[in-house]
């Protein structure tokens, strides 16, 4: 019987021992994120481009079914126009203009860019520069 009350006694203190609570007092501690660098957003735009499907429409520098990269950025660097606003759907388009070309880009800007971060956008409008100037 000695030998169960001690077992007991010992299973009761490592329960209470390992019942530990989170100290509420501590500071909460923020990650500040820097922002990326060049090189970053360029890698990180070319990969969304892949993946967010963009390039099955869109290659660098020549038409597929929608305007080349090429083609996109000069129209929207001659009218000082924010491709980011664009893909966001806050701005009209001013690259293939004609109905059925804004049916489809407004069906891929609801599917694949609904869910995309600010970050990931200029990414991709950071790539999208760069390739221009190659």
Known sequence: MQKHTLLYLLVIFISASCNTEIDNTTEERSIERTELSMDSKIFLGNRLFSEKTCITCHSVDRKKVGPSVVDIMQIYTEKNAD??????????PIVDTTPSEVAIMQA??????????????DAIATYMMHVTKK
């Open 108 to 121: 891929n800007i609801d599917g694949f860019l609904k869910e995309i971060t600010d970050e990931e956008l």
């Open 83 to 92: 491709i980011v606003s664009f893909l966001r759907g806050h701005s009209e």
